[in-house]
C-alpha cells in the first residue's frame, strides 16, 4: 500500500496515539524519542525509509517563527534548528542518508531549509520568505486560493483545486483553502 501525502500532514496535528495508528497501516513506527508537536519521526523498518513530518503553525510562539520566516531569517529560529537537529539525529539512529520529509504550512519552510540533496521533500499549501527558494527535490502542492502560499515559487510547484465550498468572504475562503483536508483523497503518493 502507497503511502499519500494527505496521511502525515494530518497527522502531524494529531496525537502520537492517532500517529502511531495511522502511520503503521503503511508499515512506519512513530520514533517517540525524536516526535514532537512540532516534528514527527517515523521509520519503516521492512524497506529501511526514515519519514519526518513538520507541522505548521499550531501556537503563539510558532506565529513569531512565521513573522522570522516571512522576513527571510527562518535559520535563526528555535523551530527551524530543533526540525534540523532531529533529523540529523533521526538518520544517524536509522543509519540512512536520505529520508522523506512533508510540511504544511510554516511546516513546509523548514522542510525546504533543512532538507538536503538527497531528500525526498512533499509539501502542502507552501509558505516562503524574502529570498527563500525552492530546492530541486521539494515538491510543492498548493491549494488555489491558499494566502499563505501566494508568494510560493512556482518551480516544482502544483496547485490542486479547494474543496471547501466558497463563502464568499475572502477571509474565511482563504482559511479554508489552508485546511489540510484538502488533500484527502489526492492521489498525491510519496511511498
Not at 15 to 34: P, V
Not at 138 to 154: A, L
Request: no cysteine; net charge positive.
Amino acid at each position: 500500500m502507497s503511502l499519500d501525502l494527505y496521511t502525515p500532514i494530518n497527522a502531524g496535528y494529531k496525537s502520537a496515539d492517532f500517529q502511531n495508528k495511522e502511520l503503521s497501516k503503511y508499515g512506519y513506527n512513530r520514533d517517540n524519542q525524536l516526535s514532537s508537536k512540532n516534528q514527527q519521526v517515523y521509520f519503516n523498518p521492512s524497506n529501511n525509509k526514515l519519514l519526518t513530518n513538520v507541522s505548521g503553525t499550531h501556537n503563539l510562539r510558532d506565529v513569531v517563527t512565521d513573522l522570522y520566516l516571512g522576513l527571510g531569517l527562518l535559520k535563526q529560529t528555535n523551530r527551524r534548528k530543533e526540525a534540523d537537529k532531529v533529523l540529523k539525529q533521526a538518520k544517524a539512529k536509522y543509519g540512512v542518508n536520505m529520508a522523506t520529509l512533508t510540511g504544511h504550512s510554516l511546516g513546509s519552510g523548514i522542510t525546504n531549509s533543512i532538507s538536503k540533496g538527497g531528500d525526498k521533500v512533499f509539501n502542502t499549501n507552501s509558505a516562503y520568505g524574502i529570498n527563500q527558494k525552492a530546492r530541486a527535490n521539494v515538491k510543492n502542492y498548493n491549494v488555489y486560493g491558499d494566502p499563505v502560499s501566494f508568494f510560493s515559487p512556482n518551480k516544482n510547484s502544483t496547485n490542486v483545486r479547494n474543496t471547501n465550498n466558497a463563502t464568499g468572504f475572502a477571509p474565511l475562503d482563504g482559511l479554508f483553502a489552508h485546511n489540510t483536508k484538502n488533500f484527502k483523497n489526492k492521489p498525491i503518493f510519496i511511498d
